[in-house]
């Protein structure tokens, strides 16, 4: 997952995700499952507080962000979490193949 840098990602935020870990990352992940089957060059997954500072995951690390998401959700363990995502990285690959054999005539 992208990390906003420690300056931005301080006091209740920080609180949050370190008590809620489970309730972030489900949310990460539902706005990555938007991203990736809506075709967005990056998923947007907040904006801090009084700042222009987004925190996004672009898409070449899509799949990066579901195999790390798919270890968390097994490791506390959320297994229905973590079979949604295990599906999710299976459908990112199919559709990885689909695109790249469109440009082979």
Do not use: W
Not at 5 to 28: C, D, I, S, T, W
Not at 32 to 57: D, G, H, P
Not at 64 to 80: K, N, P
């Amino acid at each position: 997952m992208k990390s906003v840098p420690q300056k931005y990602f301080g006091g209740q935020l920080a609180e949050f995700n370190q008590r809620f870990p489970v309730v972030m990352q489900k949310f990460v992940f539902h706005h990555l499952k938007k991203s990736i089957r809506e075709n967005e060059e990056v998923c947007k997954l907040y904006r801090v507080e009084n700042t222009n500072v987004i925190a996004v995951v672009p898409r070449k690390d899509y799949l990066l962000t579901l195999e790390q998401l798919l270890v968390s959700f097994i490791e506390s363990e959320e297994y229905e979490l973590a079979s949604q995502c295990q599906d999710e990285i299976t459908q990112f690959h199919i559709n990885r193949v689909i695109e790249e054999s469109k440009g082979e005539p």
